[in-house]
């Protein structure tokens, strides 16, 4: 029972510290000089999703700031975790998920395993229960 707890404990702090971290990458992502510098990347990956998943412009609207997020949240952990190997790989994949998590709800289920597939990730990876319509 002790060890339920615990486990349970500790995933809800790297629920908070995941959340945390991606606040401030939503904030960093949003600071004007932060925006204009992933801003225009941002764009650049967004209009080649659009061309290789054929995104609508709703979608291409809504996964625009998904993506300036994104390379935010990369740049900081590359950053702050640029001598330590492992973590910075543990950030990026725990950033990935949650890049993965947004993706899902926005794009359909046929984009999404396009992007997995894209992305070198097996078509059968979980891809969370959106519908790519709310």
Do not use: W
């Amino acid at each position: 029972m002790c060890k339920t707890y615990a486990f349970l404990l500790t995933l809800l702090l790297a629920g908070v510290s995941f959340s945390a971290q991606a606040q401030m990458a939503d904030r960093l992502s949003e600071h004007p000089a932060m925006s204009k510098a992933y801003g225009d990347k941002a764009v650049n990956l967004t209009r080649e999703m659009t061309t290789r998943l054929h995104l609508n412009e709703g979608q291409f609207l809504r996964l625009l700031p998904v993506n300036r997020t994104k390379l935010a949240g990369m740049s900081i952990i590359e950053r702050e975790y640029r001598n330590d190997d492992a973590t910075r790989a543990a950030k990026a994949a725990e950033l990935e998920a949650q890049y993965e998590q947004e993706c899902s709800r926005i794009l359909t289920p046929t984009q999404l395993s396009q992007l997995q597939q894209q992305n070198g990730q097996p078509s059968g990876a979980p891809a969370g229960t959106g519908n790519g319509l709310g």
